[in-house]
């Protein structure tokens, strides 16, 4: 009877792991075939350039004296539809440009180490061979902190402003795990292959952790089916691990490289708790000219939870420059 009663159990649990793995195959399959479909039907919006011999997707709009540049912070899936608001409602006010890392958005894959000073340097290369006049207002989301300072440190004359949007400092990137972020970006990347993150998607649901929730309910009806393509096409990306490994290096270079001296630094924060609130204290120190505010029920992607106040004050520093 006991034998029997195994045999059952081994039989049941052989059937669902086998039911699992059936299910898993054929959403891969669904996600391989997927991506071939949105490949063909959402083309890049902007210009593509080759940069350090890999193709990056740059999206330019407006007119005006200032010229912002948006950084895109770590894992976000296309530049375009992350910073779609704010480069439509700046448009009457200032020249705006974005840009897709490399594996992400309409941006080609490449084996070149994303070092910071690499990346910076084809940031640098990309903003001159698309004809983008200095100097710049830099804006930077989260991880992009590292990637704004360093251009400024790098370029001090080509940059007039400086807003970093929910970013940590350099000295809590130096010190924190890298680990931790290689594991979520695998389990993510597992999610995607295997068309789990696709299958979510088509019962409304979009993983918080990447702020696809908020910004997708908030964009133009036209706009959404491209979004959440990039979303299941790029979360968890590959590309992205080799940032993850050089972050604490990364980080260290920003230090070595020293503060700003005056150039202005607004610093915008999510009220995310008293070890947030100490994170954004240290990125007072990186310039003469900085000051720091905390927005209320903000969440991580801010420019899409408090998109109105984050606008305001983008027109503030055009103004002001």
């Known amino acids: 009877m006991i034998k029997t009663t195994r045999k059952r159990r081994l039989s049941i649990g052989f059937r669902l792991l086998l039911i699992v793995l059936i299910l898993l195959l054929s959403g891969g399959i669904w996600q391989n075939e997927m991506m071939k479909v949105e490949f063909r039907k959402y083309l890049p919006k902007g210009q593509i350039y080759q940069i350090n011999s890999h193709d990056i997707h740059l999206y330019g709009v407006g007119q005006g004296e200032s010229t912002i540049v948006f950084i895109s912070g770590s894992g976000t899936p296309s530049a375009f539809t992350d910073f779609y608001y704010l480069q439509n409602e700046l448009q009457p006010y200032s020249r705006t440009v974005s840009y897709d890392h490399a594996g992400f958005g309409w941006s080609e894959k490449t084996n070149i180490p994303r070092t910071i000073d690499i990346v910076v340097e084809e940031l640098h290369e990309l903003l001159q061979k698309a004809g983008e006049q200095a100097p710049y207002i830099l804006v930077g989301h989260s991880l992009a902190s590292l990637e704004t300072i360093r251009y400024a440190q790098k370029y001090p004359d080509e940059v007039k402003g400086i807003i970093l949007l929910d970013s940590g400092s350099p000295e809590y990137y130096a010190k924190e795990s890298e680990m931790k972020s290689y594991l979520i970006n695998r389990i993510f990347a597992g999610f995607r292959v295997t068309g789990v993150v696709r299958a979510l998607g088509t019962f409304g649901v979009l993983l918080p952790f990447t702020g696809e929730n908020i910004r997708n309910q908030s964009l133009p009806n036209e706009i959404k089916g491209m979004d959440v393509a990039m979303y299941y096409n790029h979360i968890g990306e590959s590309n992205n691990l080799n940032a993850i490994r050089n972050m604490n290096e990364n980080a260290q270079?920003?230090?070595?490289?020293?503060?700003?001296?005056?150039?202005?630094?607004?610093?915008?924060?999510?009220?995310?708790?008293?070890?947030?609130?100490?994170?954004?204290?240290?990125?007072?120190?990186?310039s003469d000219e900085s000051r720091q505010e905390t927005l209320p029920d903000s969440e991580h992607y801010i420019h899409w939870s408090n998109r109105e106040a984050v606008l305001e004050k983008i027109l503030e520093m055009v103004k002001l420059n």
Do not use: N, R
Request: charged share 25%; proline share 3%.
């Open 253 to 286: 270079s920003v230090i070595e490289g020293g503060y700003l001296k005056d150039i202005p630094l607004l610093i915008l924060s999510s009220d995310s708790g008293s070890d947030w609130e100490e994170v954004q204290k240290e990125l007072l120190h990186w």
